[in-house]
């Protein structure tokens, strides 16, 4: 209940206490000075003359008891009147009671839906904490049919088609909202901002899976602006979601170089990251902590080459395959030192490994002299080897090594 319900109600029971106590409860005191009673007094003084007069032999006994009859009839007729008056006026204080107890609270509720305003005592949205009022979902739904039929007689506009695909994704409404989207991203200028959101959307209406044409939507952001954070952080769920740990290890990291280190953002990205390094058997390494950045990584650590296919596989690759270039340290733990990841493959294909790919900040290219290089043409999309995949590896090389073949030649079994 507002608290203009409860004033008001309150006003009215205060009205109603004033009109109603000194009716109900007035102390009920005979008035000396009433007629009732001064006429009994009368009528007394009289009988007590006529008393006199008869003593005094003045007055014949037949004519007292008449005259003393009358005075008698008189004074019972004063008496009932009296009390019919008494009983009369209690009546009517309480049916003045009643009337005031329903007229005064009726007359002001309607003279207040008469004159007054009625509909803020109809319950309200709640206000949002900027503000302003936070709209229904009915309303919402309401405003986004209105703008729907008003884009059928304008389909160019590209904005409505924006405010109405982030209406649909505000209902949960996510195959329109895609649809929507769609014509906002082939209407307006490109806009990783808008993409990045159109690829989100697509991906909730397929079940919240990021593979297919998510990526692809993904992809056109990052080629509009490579350190967009959002289409980072989607490129590297997609990683991630079809098993590709090490690569979404990679695009995480780049999100931590563009991001204050105490910021909600990298706790998060930090917290994937360490996932996605226990999935790929990496224990005990700082998931928070950002790489160095292309920029500062060293030149010399890097190696470079070429990957071919072994003559006898020729023809024999799936055509869905993912290729990952790596490097791995000649002594010491298997856990690649940088990794790239290639789709769709094109053999032979010219690589570049550096720190700048590197797994984790304390496992890079730079840490170790001599390496190994691996290529690995992945089924499963996945990082990890896994029986049918083919691979091949080059002889160790020193870190800053340019030229390498690295041939695929190999079955996992």
Known sequence: MSTFVVVAVLLTLSVLALLLVPLLFKERKPYVG??????????????SDLESQRKAGLL???????????LERRALEDTTTARSTTSYSSSRKMIIVVAIGVIVPALTLGLYFFLGSPDTLKAKPAADPTGNHALSPQQIQSMADKLAERLQ?????????????????????????????????????????LLADYADVVAMAQGRRLAGEPEKIIARALSINPRHIKSLALAGSASFERGDYGNAVQTWRTILTLVPPDSNV?????????????RLGIAGVPSVSAPASPQVASVAASVSGTVVLAPELVGKMPANGTLF????????????????RVNPIKLPYAFTLNDSMSMAPNVRLSSAKSVVIGARISLAGEALAKPGDYEGFSAPVKVGAEGITVTIGAIVK
Request: aromatic share 6%.
């Open 266 to 278: 990298a706790q998060t990205i930090g917290t994937s990251i360490a996932d996605a390094e226990r």
């Open 60 to 70: 014949d006994p037949q004519l007292f008891v008449e005259e003393q009859a009358e």
């Open 153 to 193: 007689s304008n389909p160019d506009d590209g904005e409505g088609w924006l405010i109405l695909g982030r209406s649909y994704t505000t209902l949960g409404r996510y195959p329109e909202a895609a649809a929507a989207l769609g014509r906002a991203t082939a209407l307006l200028p490109p806009n990783p901002n």
């Open 325 to 340: 270039i790596f490097a791995r340290a000649v002594d010491g733990s298997r856990v690649p030192l940088a990794m790239s």
């Open 34 to 47: 009433s007629a009732s009673e001064l006429s009994i007094a009368v009528l007394r003084d009289q009988l």
